[in-house]
């Protein structure tokens, strides 16, 4: 009976195509009091005093409901329809907060290929919106064998992010999210690492879209 139990158990187990998990070093958050500056030296080719004044006034948000402009940088192993469907998932999960009103996602066609904050501000300030949030989704896929059962195909990934004051191009906050998904199933058949991809960027998407909101829900 023990080994029938055993046995049953291990069937099961062949059943479960994966297993995602999730883990982020949880630090986005608002600075809440002033920022001194009487200790800030001014380098030459860095920031004028100007720059270090507008940026170090910078506030939290307390003036809402807000906009939003979404940045997304990937990379090679990010198709286009896994990307449409983390940004979906971000959205929809940013729509559901009272303090956040119009999001505007940027067209790739005005991304130049290295992205600096002359640009974020620039591009915050075109879509008349007040923060940006800058995305930076990394997903690498690679196979691992194991004897244990089956092949087991794993996959890693992780998105940065920064929330931007549009007319200050200050960092309000930022984080980082890493997953992994384990995917039992044939490693070669065909639309099964797309499937597994989708999965976690998916999750990647939704998790995101959750702590972004509930960021701005903590503001005044």
Not at 138 to 152: C, L, N, P, Q
Not at 207 to 214: D, I, M, P, T, V
Request: aromatic share 10%; hydrophobic share 45%; net charge negative.
């Amino acid at each position: 009976m023990r080994v029938l139990f055993v046995l049953l158990l291990f069937s099961m187990s062949l059943f479960v195509t994966s297993c995602v998990t999730h883990t982020a070093y949880e630090t986005a958050r608002f600075r809440n009091r002033d920022y001194r500056t009487d200790r800030i030296t001014l380098t030459e080719g860095g920031l004028t005093s100007e720059e270090i004044k507008s940026i170090t006034a910078t506030k939290p948000p307390s003036n809402f409901p807000v906009d939003l402009a979404l940045i997304v940088v990937k990379d090679r192993f990010v198709k286009n329809e896994i990307e449409q469907l983390f940004v979906s998932n971000v959205i929809e999960e940013l729509k559901k907060s009272e303090k956040i009103d119009r999001i505007t996602p940027i067209p790739r066609f005005l991304l130049p290929y290295q992205l600096n904050f002359a640009v974020i501000l620039e591009l915050g300030i075109r879509t008349l919106s007040e923060y940006v949030i800058v995305m930076v989704v990394d997903g690498e896929s690679f196979f691992k064998w194991t004897k244990i059962a089956e092949s087991k195909f794993q996959i890693t990934s992780t998105v940065d992010f920064i929330l931007v004051d549009a007319r200050t191009t200050a960092i309000l906050a930022s984080d980082r999210l890493f997953s992994t998904v384990f995917y039992q199933e044939n490693l070669f058949k065909v639309g099964e690492k797309e499937k597994a991809l989708k999965e976690v960027f998916g999750e990647q998407g939704e998790l995101l879209g959750q702590k972004l909101a509930e960021l701005f829900d903590q503001g005044d």
